[in-house]
């Protein structure tokens, strides 16, 4: 089961790879591309519902943000970078950190600000979509939405383009990317899993297990940046994981849990299938150790062609450009 779990995680992070444009087919993918964030406007300066076209560079961007990178900002957009990694809140955090639920989503104050350095933050909700890859690859099927904030080593990553919600055979998976460098095709993302087996049981005997509204563990996790280098040749470098003191709930029947806690909105989820809603808040511990990347199954650097892994090549480093 863990492998398939591995293997899972890999085929969603190519699919990521197989949407980035670089800039050998920027060319060829224009013109079904047009309309679309970060792409070339349609010829009467107009992009789809919910993006504005910005005249100065004709790509299509969300509204009211056409003006953001004008004032000198270096960093992409969503990523910022930090000295001593402790920029790590959310743009909305107030307060004092307190438990007390928001009157207007339901989650609580609390997961408005990381208890960790190296971290996930996550609050959304969307509706259970069946992940298919082999009959169906397309990762825009999720109606999901909510807010990514991941900080490695004193750079924080948000304003995510994709979140997604999906369910695969027993696991629910959340994922979120976002685009780094649209000339060199460099995409961050993340990938987030549960067993739904778990959920049922905390859904089913939360009070005798000691939950008051909060699990004390966290969803699996592995952050990476990737690139389609060519046609022939996609890879990853796995930045993070979740961190694993060791310890685990009760709750969870397995041992690759991350650190960490989530507020869990499930007491809809009869089975936790496709069409049913699902919603959440995490807050995720990582790791950026090699040796704890490694020995949850992750090499630094996977790569991989058309038909699956491959070798990575001796100057991968440099391929990548990361």
Not at 8 to 19: E, K, N, P, R, S
Not at 156 to 172: L, N
Not at 245 to 260: P, R, V
């Amino acid at each position: 089961m863990k492998k398939g779990l591995f293997l899972l995680i890999a085929v969603f992070f190519i699919a990521f790879g197989c949407t980035v444009e670089t800039s050998e087919n920027n060319e060829k993918d224009n013109n079904s591309e047009q309309g679309t964030l970060y792409h070339e406007c349609y010829p009467n300066e107009t992009c789809n519902k919910g993006l504005v076209c910005e005249q100065e560079t004709n790509v299509c961007v969300r509204e009211g943000t056409s003006d953001d990178n004008k004032d000198g900002d270096t960093a992409p957009d969503g990523e910022e970078n930090g000295t001593d990694g402790t920029d790590t809140a959310s743009e909305n955090e107030e307060g004092d950190n307190s438990d007390t639920a928001s009157e207007s989503d339901g989650f609580k104050e609390s997961y408005n600000k990381s208890k960790y350095e190296n971290h996930i933050l996550f609050k959304g909700e969307g509706t259970l979509t069946n992940l298919d890859f082999e009959n169906d690859p397309d990762l825009n099927k999720s109606d999901a939405t909510g807010n990514f904030e991941i900080a490695i080593d004193g750079t924080t990553y948000k304003d995510f383009d994709k979140i997604m919600i999906y369910t695969y055979d027993t696991i629910i998976l959340i994922g979120g990317s976002k685009i780094l460098d649209k000339e060199k095709g460099i995409y961050f993302a993340t990938s987030l899993y549960l067993m739904t087996s778990d959920l049922e049981t905390i859904r089913d005997f939360a009070d005798d297990l000691g939950f008051n509204g909060e699990i004390d563990f966290a969803p699996s996790a592995v952050v990476n940046k990737s690139r389609a280098i060519d046609e022939d040749l996609s890879c990853n470098k796995n930045l993070a994981v979740g961190m694993r003191s060791g310890n685990k709930s009760e709750a969870a029947s397995a041992n690759w849990y991350s650190d960490g806690r989530m507020q869990l909105f499930i007491d809809k989820n009869s089975t936790f299938a496709a069409g049913e809603t699902f919603k959440i808040a995490l807050d995720v511990s990582l790791s950026t150790d090699i040796t704890d990347i490694n020995n949850q199954g992750f090499a630094e650097y996977a790569c991989y062609n058309g038909e699956g892994e491959i070798d990575c090549p001796e100057d991968i480093a440099t391929l990548a450009g990361f």
